[in-house]
């Protein structure tokens, strides 16, 4: 009886456990979800931003000046999208491996921040920052501090991967912001070997059954 007892009561010690880590592990990553409400103080702004979420959860950004509302549409992006924010500016400078190590993943990524180097997509997007006047400068220092403020202030947890991956991303900077259009435009030229199919078929098949293979655009689509 003595054993069974013990056994009865390890039984139950593993599923109170098991309960206890499920919810708090629950309510943890809870925290990493937007805020719908509440406020919060920041250094940055000029003066109050607010932020107002409407039914689909999609945030509307009020502010007196136009460098707080990019402030504000930082400090939302970081709060919905931080993850993803992370891997793209991590693609564009070369550094997705530090984050995907190839021992657990292979090693497409470290070639992949190979290519993004010797192309030199991130010192281009430092450049074009250097480049730019000063109101636009601005307004990409202004969402930086946004992000940043985030990432500063946020006290529960951050997206799945992250936390997965035990990494807590670095400060923002204005280049990260201008390497997305940088990875925009290089993925814009995949297009040339479409382009070159199209005109070996039209030699070979002619133009309309090149148009039951390639129909065009609907006009009201």
Not at 63 to 76: P, Q, R, S, T
Request: net charge positive; no cysteine.
């Amino acid at each position: 009886r003595w054993l069974l007892r013990l056994i009865l009561r390890l039984a139950i010690a593993i599923v109170v456990f098991a309960v206890v880590f499920a919810a708090g592990t629950f309510f943890y990553m809870r925290s990493s979800l937007p805020s719908y409400e509440g406020s919060r103080t920041v250094k940055g702004l000029t003066g109050p931003v607010q932020i107002v979420r409407d039914a689909h959860a999609v945030p509307h950004i009020f502010a007196k000046n136009l460098e707080d509302a990019y402030f504000g549409l930082g400090f939302v992006h970081a709060e919905d999208r931080l993850w993803q924010m992370e891997v793209m500016r991590r693609v564009g400078a070369g550094r997705l491996s530090e984050l995907l190590p190839s021992d657990l993943f292979g090693t497409p990524f470290l070639d992949l921040d190979k290519t993004m180097r010797a192309l030199a997509i991130y010192r281009h997007a430092e450049e074009s920052v250097a480049a730019m006047s000063p109101p636009v400068q601005g307004i990409l220092q202004a969402y930086a501090r946004g992000v940043n403020a985030w990432l500063d202030t946020h006290k529960g947890a951050l997206p799945p991967e992250l936390v997965i991956l035990r990494h807590t991303p670095e400060h923002w900077k204005p280049a990260d912001s201008l390497v997305w259009g940088k990875l925009m435009a290089l993925t814009l030229d995949g297009n040339w070997r479409g382009e070159l199919l199209r005109a070996r078929l039209l030699k070979a098949v002619g133009p309309d059954k090149l148009r039951d293979l390639f129909p065009d655009y609907p006009t009201d689509g």
